[in-house]
């Protein structure tokens, strides 16, 4: 009931609402700024008690053409908040069946999946490519983590060139594409580079190799030459009683 007390001044009263005490925070608003409102926009002096008064009873102290609309506005707050909180609460109770249904569904399909996964076998792809050299674990390792595919040896008997024949699988034929280009890549440097090493170590070689003097010829000995030249007096002696005595 709302129990009017009549005040000394010609229409001033003062107005008992009584109202359940957790409907009050809804009345003072957030830091107090829906009383605030009510109270300057109709010029009524608004209580309400603290928490640990026992009567739950909001007084309106003003004028009675005043106070009327205030309480008027004041219950036209509190229907709205509740009605708002009624449909927040039909919200969540819609959201939580239509999840559980999404839930259940959710099972189902799992579940009717992993049946046709086991009745089927993956479509599994296929890509080949042909390198100098085999790859390290490493590498072969870490193209599995990024591409997802599985690089396998393939044994040839017939081959006599010392090439190493790669088969890499996966789902994804453009993963095993790209797996194939980096094997490629790989093959392309480590290639250059065993010929760079190569090269290097010709040359490390040729460094440390002793160069040999070349020969002398005693014929290019211009000292022996000119001895040669010489003539032998002894000779040239002999040489000349021989032709007088022939004379």
């Not at 591409?147 to 008997?157: A, C, F, I, M, S």
Request: with cysteine.
């Amino acid at each position: 009931f709302i129990q009017v007390e009549e005040s000394s001044l010609m229409d001033h009263v003062v107005v008992d609402v009584p109202l359940k005490s957790t409907h009050h925070p809804k009345l003072i608003g957030k830091k107090g700024l829906t009383i605030a409102s009510l109270s300057a926009q109709y010029q009524v002096r608004i209580m309400i008690p603290r928490k640990d008064n026992p009567p739950e009873l909001i007084q309106l102290e003003g004028d009675i053409d005043d106070c009327i609309p205030c309480l008027a506005k004041m219950l036209q707050i509190l229907l709205v908040q509740q009605q708002q909180q009624q449909s927040h609460d039909q919200q969540q109770a819609s959201s939580t069946t239509s999840t559980t249904t999404n839930t259940s569904n959710n099972d189902n399909n799992n579940t009717s999946s992993t049946n046709s996964n086991n009745n089927s076998t993956p479509d599994k792809k296929e890509g080949f490519v042909t390198l100098n050299s085999m790859p390290p674990n490493t590498k072969i390792r870490s193209i599995f983590k990024k591409l997802d595919v599985v690089v396998k040896r393939t044994n040839n008997n017939n081959n006599k060139e010392g090439l190493v024949h790669l088969t890499i699988t996966g789902k994804s034929m453009e993963k095993i594409e790209q797996a194939m280009e980096m094997l490629q890549t790989w093959n392309n440097n480590n290639t250059q580079q065993q010929q760079q090493d190569g090269n290097n170590n010709a040359d490390a070689a040729a460094a440390t190799t002793p160069k040999r003097r070349p020969r002398r010829n005693p014929n290019n000995n211009p000292n022996h030459a000119s001895s040669n030249k010489k003539k032998n007096p002894n000779k040239s002696k002999a040489n000349n009683n021989n032709n007088n005595e022939s004379a």
